[in-house]
């Protein structure tokens, strides 16, 4: 039955649509606490340290997600 085959294929886009969504929260969560300590603080310096280290463990994330993709 074709129900058989969507169903997984389903739950794998559903899987990769949730690790997509971390990777973005993970990219963008510390630029915004970064803007927020600069707010607090009166630094301006928090912001683009934040902005650059989402970016950087964002990366690395999904480096990760594809290098582990194409093993069984």
Known sequence: MARG???????????WAS???AVGLAMFLPAVLGGWLDARLGTAWLGPVGLAGG????????VRLAAGRGRP
Do not use: D, T, Y
Request: a positive charge; proline letters at 5%.
């Open 5 to 15: 085959k969507q169903a997984p294929a389903l739950g794998e886009a559903i899987g």
């Open 19 to 21: 690790r997509i969504i």
């Open 55 to 62: 970016f950087v463990a964002g990366l690395a994330w999904l």
